[in-house]
Every structure is written in C-alpha cells, then in structure tokens.
C-alpha cells in the first residue's frame, strides 16, 4: 500500500468508518485460457458498458477508493480497458493488474501506466502448460519480461495444488533465476459452482499435503528465496481449509466489483447473490449494504496479511522457525495433465 492509501486506513480504523479504500474490480470474465482448476474464462450475460463502469468507479472514488486491482478473467481481453486504466491513473488511482501475461506486450501502451503486473505461475513449462495449454509458459515468461522493459513491477502468483506441489522446489529455483519474485496461495473450490464439483475441488491439498507444501515455501523463504509472501499468510496456509480465527477487513475498506456491477465485502466470498448491484442501486446504497463479517479460510495471501496487520496481530509476521523441509508425498499429488478436462471448459479463473 502506498502512505497514502495507508494512512487512510489508519483513519478507517481508528473511526470506524467503512470506505472501500482498496478495490478488486473483475473487468470481465471472458479470458483467453481456460485453466482447468479455474472457474472464469466466459463472459456473464449482463456485464456493464464502458458508461456503467465509469459510473461505478467513479462513485467508488467518491466514497474513498485510491487503489485498485484489475482482474478478470483477463482484463487485458477486455476491449475497453485502455480507456479505463486511463480514467483511473487521470484521477491519481494506483492501478495494479492480475493477468495471465499473454497479451501484455501487444498492449503494451495500457500495460505501461500499471503500479504492479501480477502475472500467473503454476509451475515450470510442462506442469504449467498442461493446467493452462501449450506455450501458456513460455507466452507468461515473456508478458513478465515486457512488462519488466517498460519500467512496471512484475510478480508472479503460483496457485498450490495437487498439480503442482511436488514442482514448488524447481518453480522457486526458475523464478529466482529469471529475476523475479513469487508469491504463493492454495488452491480453493469454486466460487461460481457447487463446492464439490467446481474445477477447484479436485485441484485442493488437504491434511499434511498443504503443511509440507508451504512448509517448504516458507524453508525457502527463510533461506532467501524471493518468495514474497510474508509469514502471516505463511503461517495460516499450513492449515487451510480448516477453521483459523482471524480479524477481517473486508467491506471496511475493501469491496469487489463483478462485471455486471455486483459488489461484494470480499472477493472470495461465494457469489450466487447478486441484489447488491450499483448499476441498480447506485455505489453509495451498495456499498452501505455490504456484510462486514469476514471468515476463517481466507486463501489470498496479500488479504490474509492485510487482514492479520488490520486486527492488530503483529504477532503473525513474524519470522518463523524453518522446519525440515519435506518432499511432498505423492499419494496425495496427481500430475497435472491427469487433472485437465478434455475439451472445452467452462468455469476458469485465474488467481
């Protein structure tokens, strides 16, 4: 967070007073890959015009929005999104992007006025292809590069599963050699679908899976690794999904907006309501509807340690003691291309 963007939520928090200061905002759900453990790649029926999202961002900077993090499917696919990154960064919006990396050095021109390129990683070449579809690693190793020519900060985001763990090893060693950093967040069940038939739940870890996982992560963080993700977010994936009380920030300062202007407390929340919508409503009515209640199986690593430093647990970012770093154990991995439906997809979403 910028000082400024963090002294708003001092502010926040000290008043008590809810502004939606960090904003997800899913351009579209339509994306150019269909990854097999994600649930977004097709666009919804209702998704808003170029007026109707200026509108809503503009109302969402009325009430306090300063950053915001463009999402999708791919928002990069979207056909206004040049027009909408500069609205944004005109009103002095820190615009930071979730991409899979294939369009980015076409666009180059939008790409360039980013704060940060966040930029999708499941593996080396071979796990990742099989997830995401041929030459989706070597299409995302160059979208990293561009963006790193035009001067814009590139990270990369690696969802953990079955398809993967035995690969964190390799994937962190390959990271660390192009020059970037990595930062890493479970795989979880589908938002938009049945829990136990969405695209996510053949993909998750459970039990002692998860726990060697970022038990290794965090071996490799500790030895200097350019892992980004802080020790909180390290600490609370050994357990996920079960029960962890943490404190929640969402719909205190930060909201999510769907493509058809549904807004929500939190991005990961399940989104089979949709009567809070600002095109109906307006931002201001909606924003004051949402649910200021969070849970306990928060899976986004940037949200779990935004949402430990807002309930005050320092406590959590600290240094943890590196364990044994154990392989992974293969009866409860699977190889990735045996997870990948033939044919079509129809639920994707990239994280």
Known sequence: MTPGTLLAVAKARV?????????????THLCNLACSYCDRHT???????LAQILIALEGLRRVGMREISLDGGEPLAHKHVAAIVDWLVERDIVVRMNTNGILVRRKAYVVRKLAKVKISLDGPPLVHDAVRGVRAFE???????AARELGVPVEFTCVVGRHNAHAIDELIA?????????IFQPARDSLFLDDTTGPGSQFRLDGKAIQQAFGRIAAHKHDGAPVLN?????????GFPEERELPCAAGWINATLDPEGNLYHCGQVSRRDKSNNVVELGVETAFARLTRQGCSQCW?????EENYAWGGRFDMALPMRPA??????????VPAHSLVRHGPSNASKRV
């Not at 299409?139 to 590069?145: L, N, S």
């Not at 802080?230 to 050994?238: D, E, V, Y």
Request: charged content about 20%; hydrophobic content about 45%; some cysteine.
């Open 15 to 27: 008043l008590g007073l809810a502004s939606p200061i960090a904003v997800g905002f899913e351009l």
């Open 43 to 49: 666009p919804l029926p209702k998704e808003m015009t």
């Open 139 to 145: 299409r995302a190793i160059d979208g990293a590069k």
């Open 174 to 182: 390959l990271v660390s050699e192009l020059g970037f950093s990595i």
């Open 230 to 238: 802080g020790w909180a977010s390290l600490r609370h994936f050994q």
């Open 300 to 304: 986004c690593a940037r949200v779990v």
């Open 324 to 333: 044994p770093a154990e392989p992974a154990t293969r009866q409860d991995l």
